[in-house]
């Protein structure tokens, strides 16, 4: 075996051949990439070029057709195919051998152990660890036990027959239960998606709203300060012109437009009412943001949290307001407090929490209630 081996070697990689082999003329055999790393290295590359055998030194012609036109020597491809599948036979030959002989004395196992349940040789039953444990012949046990172990197999085989129909009915609930998950998340996005859009359409439209309010008031309160900065406006024009006029001509033309307006401002004009309080109206806003959702769902059900999430929104409330003084903290309190509770704190008084878990409040339309249930 070892020199058919070796005639089945190629002499560039020292191994066993890798098919295809090729044949060269001088009778030498190559692995087909074997020598395509020869010709690399004998600076070979043209189709039709020639190269040196690395054995016999023998020149080679390609002939145009490179490797692909050197003869292929099926003979030994053949005999390669079958000197593998006798060697695979004989390994397997070599550990069946190894397997039936004892690892620590190299000696035959014959015998089987029955206290240990392991198969030893005679001299661990003479010398060694088994010496004062019951044996019997390895060709005994093993009869026994091949005959024990299919009565085992058939005992499995029924168990796994009646087990065939709880394993199909769990695949079958597993299939459902990938189902209907997928079901479910196709709904959350659909569902979720509809319900983000129409709360992007409410805060835009709210946004606008605001906006529009914001415009209006302000337009009338800036056209009130224009009407009341109108005297102090004239006053310094009047003045400017006591004390800067350049001549009396130029005094006489300013005098007369400057009396004609002070005539109007004392005499005929009216001043626009100045408001006492022109702002909007945070509660109206919050509550149509609202409108049909239950606040309270968004804190915890725990009793002593639901100050803590009214907290947060105090904090939230405050990390966006502009104005961070009393007045918009009285005004978040009395919101929040009226949202959750359904009635808002008096003015100056602390807004109490409801303290009971079992109170569901919720929020129906532009209205704020609350709704108690029986505990």
């Not at 605001?210 to 009341?228: D, F, G, I, N, Y």
């Not at 109007?264 to 001043?271: C, F, I, K, P, Y």
């Not at 303290?355 to 609350?370: D, F, K, L, M, T």
């Amino acid at each position: 075996m070892e020199a058919l081996g070796a005639a089945l070697s190629c002499p560039v990689c020292m191994e066993l051949f890798t098919p295809p082999v090729l044949l060269l003329s001088c009778s030498h055999n190559f692995c087909k990439q074997c020598l395509e790393l020869i010709l690399v290295g004998q600076n070979c590359t043209h189709a039709n070029g020639q190269f040196c055998c690395p054995v016999c030194r023998k020149v080679i012609y390609l002939r145009g057709r490179g490797t692909n036109g050197l003869q292929r020597n099926i003979l030994a491809e053949n005999i390669l195919e079958k000197f593998k599948e006798e060697l695979e036979t004989l390994h397997t030959k070599e550990q069946n051998q190894l397997a039936q002989t004892c690892e620590k004395h190299g000696e035959s196992v014959n015998l089987m152990c029955l206290s240990d349940e392991e198969p030893i040789c005679g001299i661990c039953k003479l010398f060694g660890d088994h010496k004062s444990h019951p044996v019997a012949k390895i060709s005994d046990a093993y009869a026994e036990r091949k005959v024990n172990f299919a009565k085992d197999i058939q005992l499995v085989l029924q168990k796994s027959e009646s087990a065939a129909q709880a394993v199909r009915d769990m695949e079958k609930l597993i299939r459902e239960l990938s189902t209907s998950a997928t079901d479910t998340l196709a709904m959350i996005d659909a569902i979720g998606d509809s319900l983000l859009s129409g709360i992007k359409y409410r805060i835009a439209t709210l946004k606008k709203q605001l906006q529009s309010e914001h415009c209006s008031k302000l337009e009338k309160l800036q056209l009130v300060a224009r009407e009341l900065e109108a005297p102090r406006e004239l006053y310094q024009q009047m003045k400017m012109l006591l004390q800067h006029h350049a001549n009396a001509v130029q005094f006489l033309h300013e005098h007369k437009r400057l009396k004609g307006e002070m005539e109007r401002l004392v005499e005929g004009s009216v001043s626009l009412p100045v408001p006492t309080k022109d702002t909007i109206s945070i509660r109206r806003y919050f509550q149509e943001l609202i409108r049909g959702i239950d606040i309270t769902a968004f804190a915890l059900p725990e009793t002593d949290q639901v100050p803590a999430s009214m907290a947060g929104l105090q904090e939230a409330w405050q990390a966006g307001c502009a104005m961070q003084g009393r007045l918009s903290q009285q005004v978040l309190e009395d919101i929040l407090c009226k949202a959750v509770s359904g009635s808002g704190p008096k003015p100056n008084q602390e807004a109490k929490l409801p303290r009971n878990p079992s109170h569901a409040y919720s929020v129906q339309g532009s209205e704020i209630g609350s709704r108690e249930s029986t505990v």
